[in-house]
């Protein structure tokens, strides 16, 4: 069998997502996520000029190889773009690895480690109560997890506060700009969690997302003054660039860290790992170079007990989704998965078996990865641009969004 075709999808059913199917000669195909938020024909690009040109005869039971191919091939190492169009090659070819063997992906991957996917999903709210009603609206859903994000006074638009039931922070357009004041964000915040904890009791699992925005010693301050409050994770406390800054947050507090949605390989991971300095690393299927990996990054952190958390934001698309659900049941050090649940014209351009019961996702039992793109629907919702917003300190000066 060869591969004879590789399309590159490009569709809007309210955000954009590319999506690489791969076709082979017996007439299998297989599907691979390569949405790079903002940067989306970036990726296009990179797949329809330099990769798919590379796939037209190779054989596609052989993931590893072409793997390594487009890896070392491409001499420049890494990277978003490259990275994210290598994860597509890999899912489409795990996907039609499964097809091909007649069995679900995680049964290739060495079988179920866990019954289901647990997944923690997005409260936020502008007032206290707000966000409280946000949260029961979660647990009555069987959520076991939520992460809470709140509005602080004093800073408008700030990042993670939804107004309907999918949080989308990219726009269509140039970038929007939102603002941050450290010193507000870190008086209000624990006070929502005592809010939270005071009305949920002990043992719901609690997350918050900083999303990069303070220096280690105010990170430090943060991750202590939620101790009380006991998190299951402070997500991205800093840029993640400046990794000793982990040492020092470490020495200070015992709130678990989960960093990684934006690494897209095992060298941005290794430093974090090995030193302990993270409880999850959050990298995902299709921003770290696919199933293969992000397996490799897994059984890493399974070495030194990290555990899995991986991004599960809206712009990463159902096909992606679906890829994660196999990894996560399979491996054996999975900590959380996060799930925002896609608008409906989403799910129905990329019809999906995986299904959410009791604060658990579980993916779909036919072979492969159990999800498709339908190309006919696909072609009524074309791109349009869209951008991340930008950040400023009240003061104007650029800060980390
Ligand atoms: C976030 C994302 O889900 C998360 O934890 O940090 O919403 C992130 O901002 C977007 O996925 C960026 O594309
Ligand atoms: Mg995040």
């Known amino acids: 069998m060869k591969i004879v075709e590789a399309r590159v999808i490009v569709t809007c059913p309210g955000r954009n997502f590319v999506t690489l199917k791969i076709v082979c000669s017996d007439g299998t195909t297989g599907v691979g996520d390569a949405t790079l938020n903002g940067r989306e024909l970036a990726v296009a690009a990179y797949l329809t000029e330099h990769v798919v040109p590379a796939l037209i005869g ?40 499964g097809k091909v063997a007649g069995l679900p992906v995680y049964q290739l991957l060495g079988g179920r480690s866990r019954s289901g996917v647990q997944v923690y999903g997005h409260a936020s709210g502008s007032s206290t109560s707000d966000v409280l009603a946000s949260v029961a609206g979660f647990v009555s859903r069987g959520y076991r997890a939520v992460r809470v994000q709140a509005e602080v006074p004093g800073i408008p638009d700030i990042y993670g506060i939804s107004s309907g039931p999918a949080y989308e922070p990219a726009t269509f357009g140039v970038a929007t700009e939102s603002s941050w004041s450290t010193p507000d964000y870190l008086a209000h915040i624990p006070a929502v969690f005592e809010a939270v904890r005071d009305e949920f009791g002990p043992t719901l699992q609690l997350l918050h997302d900083v999303h990069h925005r303070l220096t280690p010693i105010e990170a430090a301050r943060l991750g202590k003054s939620l101790e009380p409050y006991a998190l299951t994770w402070m997500e991205d406390p800093v840029p993640a660039e400046l990794q000793d800054g982990f040492r020092l947050i470490r020495q200070h507090t015992t709130t678990p860290l989960a960093v990684g949605e934006v690494f897209n390989s095992i060298f941005d991971c290794s430093t974090l790992i090995s030193e302990r300095l993270i409880d999850y690393i959050r ?119």
């Not at 990290?306 to 049941?329: E, F, I």
């Not at 351009?349 to 299904?355: A, N």
């Open 58 to 97: 190779r054989d596609p039971a052989r993931i590893e190889d072409t793997w390594q191919y487009l890896y070392r091939g491409a001499y420049w190492r890494r990277g978003p773009v490259t990275m994210t169009a290598i994860a597509a090659v890999d899912t489409a070819l795990w996907d039609i690895k």
């Open 283 to 401: 990298t995902t299927v299709v921003h770290a170079g696919g199933i293969t990996h992000l397996r490799r990054i897994f059984d890493l952190a399974a070495l030194y007990q990290v555990r899995s958390g991986s991004h599960g934001a809206t712009d990463l698309s159902p096909v992606c989704m679906s890829a994660a659900l196999h990894l996560d049941l399979a491996i054996p050090n999975f900590g959380l998965q996060e799930y925002m649940p896609h608008t409906a014209e989403t799910d129905a351009v990329f019809p999906h078996g995986y299904r959410f019961a009791d604060g658990y996702l579980h993916p779909a039992e036919e072979p492969g990865l159990g999800v498709d793109i339908d190309e006919s629907l696909a072609a009524t919702f074309p791109y349009r641009p869209a951008a991340l917003p930008v950040n400023r300190l009240t003061d104007g000066t650029m800060h980390d969004w």
